[in-house]
């Protein structure tokens, strides 16, 4: 399309991006065609902006004289309308603030009981460890101790009831090395245990007396003058 | 226009006009709005076949009375729904547009509330139960006694939905892990999810003397009780709950089937109710009963995933197959069964997937 200026044709961003221009006749000064070309982009964008802002505009216009009229002929009841979605939207808000809280307060707790759960296994699995070398150790010394008792007996490999007498000997020191290192063991571990009630102890007292010393003043300013007589 | 968003102006909308509503609904809503999308997208994929989505509405309708909905509740609830549906079109909201969804949704509400008015002729909207014993079988699993008032008719294997005073409108589904008794006393085991706020209520918080509120029986793992085959149960930790039901249902038949029932666990403390389950296979001829785990090098029975285990055992082409437990879990074993020759409709598996909180 050529430019044809006619006054009942609007300029339209269409029009302007379509726009051809005859080219020159040789040797006739002209212009430079990259240069129209690029003039006529900008004019077409700044069309398009113009458009947008005037649909803007008017929806703007309608609006406003749509609460206008409204306020005249039904003010209260626009407004309700109007109070009614943003209550909505206030609501919405709160509720997904509340959903958030929950679902943080789940995540939280997940993680706890996932750490938890680990940390037990943890432990079972260092207590039954530690148990078989308990019980691997008692077994060493036990068997060490039989040795030697084999080892002492003046007939030692003899036949008959020398024989006898000597493993029953040997039998009883692996059994006595044995009990003696578990006891040792065990003793160790119900002291342990004793000690950890007694810290247990020893901190809830100080955790308690702390939280009624920081509950004492807050307390006496939470409670107006006249009820502390009561 | 995002899902979420509308959702979320449709319950403001429908607690603002009728603050009464708001109590029928947990504190956190984001679950509840993805369930209302769900069955809104559906009622509108289906719109033009009413007879598909019939029973449907029809169950939805009959589900909606645990929730305490009445009949009262369906006129606010179009109200409001019509309103985010004006407020979302703007000004493509025509008179026309807002006639048809009204009597499309007369229509979804008439459906539902019929349902609803024909099982409140049979059945109570929820059932009342008193916890008679709480048993921690492990730190994570319990096994919780209790009697309802009316008696819940359901069919062994089959589920009701449980809510706990402590999580107020929160429902998760626990099997029955007995058959229907005389005294209407049911026995659920409940395996603690980590920060499931259902699971660790009930393992945790639920003392004896305490009631929970049931909903009514569903799900099809039950018994064919046409089949004369053997038949093999197979319970994943407490997914032992439904086969162990329909194992008390076996007991009572006159001559009960060859019967081999696997409970599988992580390790041997997972194994919660071997006790249980041992003495009453040394009472009965007919009842095999193995125990297996697959993370426990120190245990002396089983051991291996319950695929593997069940397989050891075959063959099981002459068995009808009941599997109860974790997604994962059953599904490894039904394609075990097919591959190892178990026609597909031998094999019944609990299908609703069961409750992860």
Known sequence: ?230 | MHGDAVALFFYSDLFLRHPDTRELFPVSMSAQRDRLLQALGRIVAEADRLAELGPFLQDLGRDHRRFGAIADHYGPVGESLLATLAHFSGEDWTPDLAAEWTSAYQLVAQVMTDAAAIDARRNPASWDATVLSHELRTFDIAVIRVATVQPVKYLPGQSVAVESPVRPRLWRYYSMANAPREDSTLEFHVRMIDGGPVSMALTRSTPVGSWLRLGAPVGTLTLDTSSRRDVLLVGGSTGLAPVKAILEQLSDLPSPPRTHLFAGARNAEGLYDMPDLEKLAASAPWLQVTGCVFDDPDYRGERGHLPDVVARHGPWTGCDAYLAGSTAMTTAVASRLTELGVPAYQIHVEDFGWSES
């Not at chain 1, 080219?23 to 003039?39: A, S």
């Open chain 1, 1 to 230: 399309m050529t430019v044809m200026s006619r006054a009942d044709q609007r300029l339209t961003p269409d029009v302007v991006q379509s726009v051809t221009f005859p080219t020159t006749r040789l040797g006739r000064r002209g212009l430079d065609e990259d240069h129209v070309r690029v003039f006529c982009k900008q004019v077409e964008l700044e069309l398009i902006r113009l458009l947008n802002e005037r649909t803007s505009l008017q929806e703007e216009v309608r609006r406003l004289r749509a609460r206008v009229l409204g306020r005249e002929v039904d003010g209260p009841g626009y407004r309700r309308e109007d109070a009614h979605i943003q209550a909505v939207g206030i609501l919405s808000k709160a509720q997904v603030t509340a959903d958030q809280y929950v679902a943080d307060a789940q995540a939280y707790s997940r993680a706890l009981a996932e750490d938890a759960r680990r940390r037990r296994d943890e432990i079972l699995g260092e207590a039954r460890a530690h148990a078989a070398m308990v019980l691997q150790e008692a077994h060493e010394r036990g068997q060490q101790a039989a040795q030697a008792a084999l080892a002492a007996a003046p007939v030692a490999g003899a036949p008959g009831a020398d024989a006898r007498r000597g493993n029953l000997e040997a039998e009883l020191a692996y059994l006595r090395t044995f009990s003696d290192v578990y006891r040792t063991h065990l003793r160790a571990y119900l002291d342990a245990l004793l000690r950890n009630v007694d810290e247990w102890e020893r901190s809830e007292r100080s955790a308690v007396a702390d939280v009624q010393a920081q509950l004492a003043p807050a307390l006496s300013r939470a409670v107006p003058g006249p009820r502390l007589d009561l």
